[in-house]
């Protein structure tokens, strides 16, 4: 006959194995909540400025550069607009663009490209803009 009894002081195995489940499952959910959480930086900063070149984003529409968490588009030819590309609703960063609107993937928040502000989704608040400028071929984001 087993027991979950164990010598004051002491935890009994089941004990032991149980604790250690649901510890271990409260931090898998922790990090899969995070991916919702707070961006490590705040709207509108990118992680240090960096360039680009003008043929890599594509007429009517951008590119999301995540590890600069950047958006840069051009809405139509020579017109180009760089946003920080952390949602404003929960703070992910964008996914993709489709069409003409930039997409975040986690609650399905969409961002005009032109302006960056919000025609879907739950989000509320524009994306804040990054300044750029081109020099010839390349395109300079800070």
């Known amino acids: 006959m087993t027991t979950d009894a164990a010598p ?23 990090a899969l909540l995070s991916a919702c959480g ?3 930086r705040e ?11 003008a043929a890599e984003v594509p007429v ?3 590119i999301v550069l995540a590890q600069h968490q950047a958006l840069v588009t051009q809405p139509v030819e020579g017109e180009f607009h760089a946003f920080s590309a952390v949602c404003t609703h929960k703070g ?3 996914s993709d663009v489709q069409g003409d609107r930039a997409h975040c993937g986690c609650h399905n928040s969409y961002f005009d490209l032109a302006t960056g502000e919000p ?4 989000a ?3 994306l804040p803009e990054l300044t750029v400028t081109q020099d010839g071929e390349q395109l300079s984001i800070s």
């Open 92 to 94: 992910c960063v964008l």
């Open 38 to 40: 707070e961006s490590s």
């Open 124 to 126: 509320l608040e524009p």
């Open 119 to 122: 025609v879907a989704g739950p």
């Open 43 to 53: 709207a509108g900063e990118t992680a240090a400025p960096f360039t680009v070149p």
């Open 8 to 30: 004051a002081g002491l935890m009994s195995r089941r004990a032991l194995v149980r604790t250690t489940a649901v510890a271990g499952g409260g931090m898998a959910l922790a």
């Open 60 to 62: 009517g529409g951008g």
